[in-house]
């Protein structure tokens, strides 16, 4: 077979990863190919060991990212430029060089500091290329614009803003509606893995830095969409990015407070804002006035860390929340006890609320056999018009907490409205499959109007 000539650079395709075009450094020095990845985490499909992984195939750009599964071939220990040996996962793929198809085997590994997000190996190109190093696209070649067209990417406009979506999963609903919806608009929209970050504190020149050495002091503007499990840190990142000048779609302390279920209970008390009776104790000795305190049994008991309902129980009796409530002070965890409200029958009212106005609501309806909506593990929600009572009681409750966007949960009683809790990172699928608005534009919309943009 007559060999072919490549350059010191090609454009690939891996279509079995659907990546349609990604640009290798080709070195014959190194043995084995690699592949930019991150996130990788192993797991076990049908009794095989798989392993899945996030790339991001643009240079420069982790606004876009691919998430593959793939079949672990083999694990090796290979030595980086730096002379340090670490354990990689090898997969095995097609490659689409030119007009030639063949499997090649490749390692996952982060290369965000090196200049490629792909290295091509000596063992993919064994009596197949010579080199000639003077070259580069010998083989195929590809504009900026079909790029952009590959990966849908939109041209920011020229003076668009640079937006981040300060996150952990790229692949959630939300945050890819979010990106979306900024880049439709012509802005540079970039996703921030919040576990990717770390900060440098200095008077003179604070900084933040994202994997592979990139400094992060560029961006118009950050929409935080911190997971409960990452607050502390997220938080921390938000107030760094503060301190360099970032507006920041909802501040550290807003966020903080809606998290922390107790303390934001006591400012709506103090703010008049009406929630379901609700009691806190630190001793199980005083479980039984906490039970008669809210009414007794059926209640309502919350971890106070519990998002989208979880970490939420039921007692029916007092018996039953006695005994829950025991279990969980034996544990030392944190709790709340609240009055049970029969009359709402399974259902609650989500609001979205953007810069003091409600823009959404629906209502959600739980599961039978479930005293709470929840979406998230199979209720149903539609499209309702709420009280202007109701209205009130979201806008000031996202105000009490600071908060520029949040999901406002509130019950009907036969005592009118009541607060359930406030989201500071409100999911999207939900009320625009409902409602058919599009949230994440509104989001963005707000944004503009802060920074006074444009276009």
Same mark, same amino acid.
């Given at each position: ?5 490549? @350059? ?22 190194a043995k084995t190919s690699a592949i930019h990845a991150l996130n990788i985490v192993p797991f076990k499909k049908q009794g095989e060991k798989w392993v899945r992984y996030e790339v991001f195939p643009v240079q420069s750009n982790p606004s876009v990212s691919i998430h593959c599964e793939s079949k672990i071939s083999n694990t090796r220990y290979v030595k980086s430029?730096?002379? =340090? $040996?670490?354990?990689?996962?090898? /997969?095995?793929?097609?490659? =689409? ?15 965000? $500091? ?11 190109? =064994?009596?197949?290329?010579? =080199? ?8 195929? $070649? ?6 952009? $067209? ?23 609903? *939300? ?37 592979? @050495?990139?400094?992060?002091? *560029? ?27 970032? #507006? ?6 807003? /966020?903080?407070?809606?998290r922390d279920k107790l303390f934001s209970s006591q400012l709506f008390s103090k703010h008049g804002i009406h929630i379901p009776t609700t009691g806190f104790a630190n001793s199980p000795l005083e479980t039984k006035e906490l039970i008669e305190m809210v009414n007794g049994a059926p209640l309502i008991i919350k971890l106070l860390e519990s998002t989208q309902g ?64 929840? /979406? ?9 018009? /709420? ?36 989201? *500071? ?19 963005? *919309? ?6 006074? #943009?444009?276009?």
């Amino acid at each position: 077979m007559e060999k072919k000539i490549i @350059g010191s650079e090609e454009w690939c395709v891996l279509p079995n990863l659907q990546i349609p075009a990604i640009k290798a450094r080709i070195d014959s020095g190194a043995k084995t190919s690699a592949i930019h990845a991150l996130n990788i985490v192993p797991f076990k499909k049908q009794g095989e060991k798989w392993v899945r992984y996030e790339v991001f195939p643009v240079q420069s750009n982790p606004s876009v990212s691919i998430h593959c599964e793939s079949k672990i071939s083999n694990t090796r220990y290979v030595k980086s430029s730096t002379g =340090i $040996s670490e354990k990689r996962y090898v /997969i095995v793929t097609d490659l =689409i060089l030119g007009n030639d198809r063949y499997e090649i085997e490749i390692t996952l590994a982060n290369r965000d $500091s090196m200049g490629f997000r792909m290295l091509l190996g000596r063992e993919a190109m =064994i009596d197949r290329f010579v =080199i000639d190093p003077s070259q580069e696209d010998c083989l195929a $070649s590809f504009t900026p614009d079909q790029i952009d $067209s590959y990966y849908q990417r939109s041209k920011p406009i020229e003076n668009g803003l640079k937006i981040g979506v300060l996150a952990s999963n790229p692949e959630l609903y *939300s945050n890819k509606r979010i990106i979306e919806a900024g880049e439709r608009e012509g802005h540079q929209m970039f996703f921030l893995n919040a576990q990717q970050c770390y900060m440098k504190m200095d008077a003179d020149n604070p900084e933040i830095h994202y994997r592979g @050495g990139n400094v992060l002091d *560029s961006f118009d503007a950050i929409i935080p969409r911190i997971k409960p499990s990452m607050t502390f840190y997220g938080c921390a990142l938000i107030r760094q990015f503060d301190s360099i000048g970032t #507006f920041i779609q909802n501040g550290a302390s807003a /966020i903080s407070e809606s998290r922390d279920k107790l303390f934001s209970s006591q400012l709506f008390s103090k703010h008049g804002i009406h929630i379901p009776t609700t009691g806190f104790a630190n001793s199980p000795l005083e479980t039984k006035e906490l039970i008669e305190m809210v009414n007794g049994a059926p209640l309502i008991i919350k971890l106070l860390e519990s998002t989208q309902g979880k970490g939420v129980v039921l007692a029916e009796t007092n018996k039953a929340a006695e005994s829950v409530i025991n279990a969980f002070k034996s544990l030392k965890t944190n709790i709340l006890v609240q009055e049970f409200i029969k009359e709402a029958d399974g259902r609650d009212l989500r609001c979205f609320v953007i810069d003091g106005k409600v823009v959404a609501s629906i209502e959600r309806v739980a599961v039978k056999g479930e005293f709470r909506a929840n /979406i998230h593990q199979g209720g149903t929600a539609r499209i309702v018009k /709420i009280s202007q009572e109701e209205k009130k009681l979201a806008i000031k409750a996202a105000k009490v907490l600071g908060l520029d966007v949040a999901g406002v949960d509130l019950i009907r009683s036969n005592k009118g409205p009541l607060l359930l809790e406030v989201n *500071s990172s409100p999911g999207l699928e939900g009320i625009e499959k409902a409602t058919g608005k599009d949230i994440a534009k509104m989001m963005i *919309s707000a944004i503009e109007r802060k920074l006074k #943009f444009n276009k």
